[in-house]
């Protein structure tokens, strides 16, 4: 069972440019988390985001989340061809101590060089 | 530099026979995922467990799926019989209680004709 919807399904872009994906969900969340996993591999933790926050940096990564829209977004700045991957975002339900992640469908980044 | 390790990477069966699959958690983690990764169902967990004890295993399928962890070390998932319908990606993934980062194992590439 899928708690989130990401948008766009896929993306492509050149390199250097920047790109936004976005993460609806629809329970109350303890935090929300995105994950990177390149073709035939397993899934890479990139950055976690607790409820209580709005938004968090790491490199050139950049989440951002929205609780009263159930919404996050994941914005990479500019972008190379080693980004190119599916990126997913998942969520931890209250109250956080599980650690059970529910995944979105994920969205297939494509950069060109 | 520590991995989750899972054997065998590939495995193509026939319909009806027993598959195992085995994963080796990081040392010192004390939580096991396994998920399952499909075209159809994205990301699904199909089972969690805490310090070796089977916690949810409420995304398998009762029937014919099977979850253990015999030590620390190891975490097994058995499917008996095996159908067409079970050909997927089963990944696992380790962590540490109240540590929400997960990570994953490069999971097993299971076919079943």
């Known amino acids: ?113 | 530099d520590a991995r989750v390790t899972q054997t065998p990477r590939h495995k193509v069966t026939e319909m009806g026979q027993e598959v195992t699959m085995r994963c080796q958690p990081i040392l010192g983690h004390n939580t096991v995922f396994w998920y399952r990764q499909t075209m159809m169902q994205g990301l699904e967990l199909l089972a969690y467990f805490r310090n070796r004890a089977p916690l949810d295993d409420s995304g398998m399928p009762k029937d014919r799926f099977s979850a253990e962890m015999p030590d620390a070390t190891l975490a097994t998932l058995k499917i008996q019989p095996s159908e067409p319908r079970d050909s997927a990606v089963y990944f696992c993934a380790s962590g540490l209680e109240f540590k929400e980062t997960q990570y994953f194992g490069p999971g097993t590439r299971l076919l079943v004709l």
């Open chain 1, 1 to 113: 069972s899928q708690q989130g919807e990401e948008d766009p399904q896929a993306l492509s872009i050149q390199e250097g440019e920047n790109a936004t994906m976005n993460c609806s969900y629809k329970t109350s969340i303890n935090n929300l988390q995105w994950y990177r996993q390149n073709s035939g591999r397993g899934l890479v933790h990139l950055i976690l985001i607790r409820s209580n926050e709005r938004e968090k940096h790491s490199g050139r990564l950049r989440v951002t989340l929205d609780t009263s829209k159930k919404s996050s977004s994941l914005l990479i700045t500019a972008s190379r061809a080693a980004d190119t991957a599916s990126y997913f975002c998942a969520t931890v339900a209250p109250p956080g101590n599980t650690g059970k992640l529910i995944f979105g469908q994920g969205t297939t980044l494509q950069v060109k060089p």
